[in-house]
């Protein structure tokens, strides 16, 4: 299957930092996505990215497809960003190949 | 209208028992999908269906079955429920088959599954 790593594992913010994260994936995809888990569990749609650049008020990600990674900014976090943000690929649709995640803490 | 929803959210349960989860799809998709989040949080594929034939099924214990009635439902049927049975179960949807582009997950709400 695809390897997918994502860094930093855990990373504090204070509230109104800026922030990147960062996903490496092992071989060619098409579909590239960007969740949030919230503190309640829920797994949020932040973006469809397969390439290029996609931006959503204060959140911005970018993949290079060709380079076989991805980084999500999050800019002024806020404490409502906390939780964990998975990065998630595939090719066939068969299944989706998950990141570790990347726990965040927005402290204020 | 939640595009994908998961009854129950949450199942308290004790060993040895059989328990179902409902999944239901409202987006028209040809695939559906259970996941597992263990408690490092790591999500993994259980099953994948697309127009209800199975086709993933990773290693599993066989007391765990799947069962897709339509393309918009895929229920999960676990028997003989174990202490290390206990973790959230995450049911999705994605349209495989599309004139371009890849295919996108979305994810229901998540069932929390506890074996006492």
């Known amino acids: 299957g695809i390897q997918v790593e994502q860094s930093p594992p855990d990373l504090i913010l204070q509230e109104g930092a800026n922030s990147t994260l960062r996903c490496n994936f092992s071989?060619?995809?098409?579909?590239l996505q960007w969740f949030h888990q919230n503190p309640w569990g829920q797994l949020i749609n932040l973006f469809y990215?397969?390439?290029g650049t996609k931006q959503n008020g204060r959140l911005s990600a970018t993949t290079v497809a060709t380079e076989r990674y991805s980084l999500l900014y999050i800019s002024s976090s806020q404490t409502t960003d906390s939780g964990v943000y998975f990065c998630a690929v595939g090719y066939t649709g068969n299944q989706f190949y998950f990141g570790t995640g990347t726990s965040l803490t927005v402290i204020p | 209208d939640t595009a994908v929803s998961q009854t129950p959210k949450y199942l308290v349960t004790q060993m040895g028992n059989d328990k179902s989860i409902k999944c239901e799809q409202n987006l028209g998709h040809d695939t559906m999908y259970w996941y597992k989040q263990d408690s490092k949080k790591f999500l993994k594929i259980m099953f994948s269906?697309?127009?209800?034939?199975?086709?993933i099924n990773e290693t599993v214990p066989n007391r765990f079955s799947p069962k897709s009635p339509d393309k918009a439902h895929l229920n999960l049927h676990i028997n003989s429920l174990e202490l290390g049975d206990s973790a959230v179960y995450f049911c999705?949807?994605?349209?495989?088959?599309?004139?371009?582009?890849?295919?996108?997950?979305?994810f229901g709400q998540g069932t929390r599954l506890t074996v006492v």
């Open positions: 999705a949807s994605s349209q495989v088959y599309r004139r371009q582009g890849g295919p996108e997950a979305f």
């Open positions: 071989d060619s995809v098409n579909n």
């Open positions: 990215i397969p390439s």
């Open positions: 269906y697309n127009n209800k034939e199975l086709i």
